[in-house]
C-alpha cells in the first residue's frame, strides 16, 4: 500500500537527500504500486521525456486519470487538433479519458478545443464538466461559451467532435444552456433527473445545485446519492459532503468518511486531503502522508502545504533525515 511506501520512502517528495535513491526504488516497485508510475513520470517530465512517457502509460494502464492527462499533455500534437491525424487523435484519446476519469483540467482542455472547433454543445458539455470538477474560472469559460453559442444560433443539430459525446450528453448540453440562461421549466428537473438515473452525471451535478440554490436539501442529497452510486470520484465528494454536515439528512461523519473514503480511492484529490487530515487527527502520520503526497501528484496543493508542515514536524520529532540510510 501507499503507506508502506511512505514510511519506507520517507516523504519522497521532500527528502532532498534521499530523492535520487528514493526514485530507483519506486521503479522496482511500480509495477505493484501504479501510484509510484505517476510519481515516476512526474518526476522525469522535465529531465527525460521518454522515460517520464513510459512511466504515465505505466499509470495510464492502471486507471489512473491524471496519469491519462500528464501524458496527453507530453504527446506531439497540433494546437488545432484534427480527429483523422494519428498523433492528434492519440493525444485526444488519452485528454478524453482524464476528463472522463474525473480530471478537471483534462476537461476544460475538451471543451476549449470543441468551442474552438465551433461545437458548442459539446463545449458547454465539457466545461460544464471542468467547472462540476472545481477547475479554477470554470463558470466564466462556461458562460462564455454559452454567449458565442446563442451568437451562433442555437440549432437542435446533433454534431459532436469527440468520440465520446452521444445523444443523452447533447440533451445535457441544451438542458445547461437553459439552466445559465435561466429559462428553466419544471419540465426540464424531471429530464435532468431521468438522465441523472441514467448515469449522466453532468446532469447530476446541476441539478443538485440548482435543488440546493433553492433551499431543497433533501432533494439535492437524493441527486447526490443517486450520483454516488456511478462511483464517479467528485460525485462520491459531493454525497460525502452532504453526509459530513446534515445537509438534506441526518449527520453521519462515519459513513461520510466512508464515501471520502471511497472517493479518494477512485481519484478525487481533496477527498484525499480529508482522508489524509482524519488519518492525521487519529495520530497516522504515516498514513497522513501516503494520503497527501497522492493528493500532491494531483496538484492538489493545499496537501502540499499540509505535506511539508508534517514532514518538518517529524524531522523535529524523529531526526530521521540524520539517520544512514539501513
Given at each position: 500500500s501507499w503507506v508502506s511506501l511512505s514510511k519506507k520512502f520517507n516523504f519522497i517528495l521532500f527528502d532532498d537527500d534521499k530523492r535520487s535513491n528514493t526514485y530507483s526504488e519506486l521503479e522496482i516497485m511500480e509495477s505493484n504500486y501504479p501510484e509510484a508510475s505517476l510519481v515516476l513520470g512526474q518526476f522525469y517530465q522535465h529531465t527525460n521525456e521518454q522515460n517520464a512517457g513510459y512511466h504515465f502509460e505505466l499509470a495510464a494502464d492502471a486507471g489512473i486519470a491524471q496519469a491519462h492527462w500528464d501524458y496527453a499533455c507530453m504527446l506531439p500534437h497540433?494546437?488545432?487538433?484534427?480527429?483523422?491525424?494519428?498523433?492528434?487523435?492519440?493525444c485526444m484519446r488519452y485528454c478524453l479519458v482524464a476528463a472522463e476519469g474525473g480530471c478537471p483540467e483534462a476537461a476544460n482542455e475538451v471543451g476549449k478545443i470543441c468551442c474552438q472547433k465551433g461545437v458548442y454543445p459539446e463545449a458547454v458539455y465539457w466545461y460544464g464538466m471542468a467547472y462540476e470538477l472545481e477547475y479554477p474560472d470554470g463558470m466564466i469559460a462556461l458562460r462564455k461559451t454559452v454567449e458565442e453559442w446563442l451568437q451562433h444560433g442555437v440549432k437542435n443539430e446533433d454534431i459532436k467532435f469527440t468520440s465520446t459525446f452521444n445523444g443523452r450528453r447533447?440533451?445535457?448540453?441544451?438542458?445547461?444552456?437553459?439552466?445559465?440562461?435561466?429559462?428553466?421549466?419544471?419540465?426540464?428537473?424531471?429530464?435532468?433527473?431521468?438522465?441523472?438515473?441514467?448515469?449522466?452525471?453532468?446532469?447530476?451535478?446541476?441539478?443538485?445545485e440548482l435543488y440546493e440554490h433553492n433551499h431543497d436539501d433533501a432533494l439535492a442529497y437524493k441527486v447526490y446519492n443517486a450520483l454516488a452510486f456511478e462511483n464517479h470520484p467528485h460525485a462520491l465528494r459531493c454525497y460525502a459532503d452532504m453526509l459530513a454536515v446534515g445537509k438534506g439528512c441526518n449527520p453521519n461523519m462515519a459513513e461520510a468518511l466512508r464515501y471520502y473514503q471511497m472517493a479518494a480511492d477512485a481519484g478525487n484529490a481533496p477527498s484525499m486531503y480529508i482522508v489524509g487530515q482524519h488519518a492525521e487527527g487519529k495520530g497516522d502520520m504515516y498514513l497522513a502522508a501516503s494520503w497527501y503526497a497522492k493528493a500532491v501528484s494531483r496538484g492538489y496543493e493545499l496537501a502540499a502545504d499540509r505535506l511539508k508542515h508534517l514532514h518538518d514536524e517529524m524531522v523535529s520529532i524523529s531526526g530521521y533525515k540524520q539517520k544512514e540510510r539501513p
Open positions: 497540433s494546437d488545432d487538433p484534427d480527429p483523422t491525424d494519428e498523433k492528434d487523435n492519440l447533447n440533451a445535457t448540453a441544451f438542458l445547461l444552456l437553459k439552466v445559465l440562461t435561466q429559462s428553466i421549466e419544471s419540465q426540464d428537473l424531471d429530464d435532468l433527473m431521468k438522465m441523472t438515473l441514467q448515469g449522466e452525471n453532468l446532469a447530476g451535478f446541476f441539478l443538485a
